[in-house]
């Protein structure tokens, strides 16, 4: 079975501080993405890699960096942590980019910036 | 551009019972994805059956299938014998093979799915 795992399932932060969300996967997959998803608004995509060291920006980047040094590792960063960020965060894997290739996700992270 | 529509806001069904969960898709791509993932009020996305646009057969995966009819584009979830657990949102999504747009899934807005004992 797929297993992606996110660190902290809950967190609260303070207004101004940077905060790390993890995420790993064990499939060896090429492809890791993060999503955030607001009631409303539905899911929307932050950020994806394609492979280690390689990103796109999704649809909503303002506010978040990623890093992926390791293939199996993928971090959501948040420079400066603002109340409006405060969100449930997933993060997901998929082996390639074609239309066949499922996308699975974490547990998802629980952020709330006060 | 790609869409999916779930027009049903919230269902409800007799535990043990069969219901069905609809979702229709737009795309110009011949080549595309369907999937249906579950996410419970804890909050994970759990993948549930997948449907490629190329297959003959309607996908089965245990208590699910997937009732896909290219023609009048819709990829609906049917459940059977629903069970107490199968209480969460539902939701369709789409990965099309058109560079630049399979990296990301559309989802539709899901379907609040109640399982009454």
């Known amino acids: 079975d797929v297993k992606v795992t996110q660190s902290s399932r809950y967190l609260v932060k303070r207004t101004g501080e940077k905060v790390f969300l993890e995420c790993v996967q064990d499939m060896d997959h090429e492809n890791m993405f993060w999503y955030r998803q607001d009631p409303g608004l539905g899911l929307r995509l932050i950020y994806f890699?394609?492979?280690?060291?390689?990103?796109e920006k999704g649809d909503i980047p303002e506010g978040y960096s990623v890093s992926r040094e390791k293939k199996e590792r993928f971090s959501l960063i948040l420079e400066s942590a603002s109340t409006n960020q405060t969100s449930m965060y997933l993060c997901a894997s998929s082996l390639g980019e074609g239309p066949g290739n499922t996308i699975y996700f974490g547990e998802g992270s629980w952020l709330t910036v006060v | 551009a790609q869409k999916i529509t779930q027009t049903q806001p919230g269902m409800f069904v007799q535990e043990k019972e069969a219901v069905t969960l609809d979702c229709t898709y737009d795309?110009?791509?011949?080549?595309?994805?369907l999937f249906w993932y579950k996410q419970p009020s804890s909050g994970e996305m759990i993948f549930l059956i997948y449907q490629g646009s190329y297959d003959q057969q309607n996908a089965t995966e245990g208590r699910y299938s997937l009732n896909f009819q290219k023609a009048r584009k819709s990829a609906n979830l049917v459940i059977s014998a629903s069970q107490l657990g199968d209480s969460a949102m539902y939701f369709c999504a789409m990965r099309v093979a058109l560079s630049g747009s399979a990296r990301q899934l559309t989802f539709g807005s899901g379907t609040q799915l109640t399982v009454l004992p």
């Open positions: 890699s394609y492979d280690v060291k390689m990103k």
């Open positions: 795309t110009s791509d011949p080549s595309y994805g």
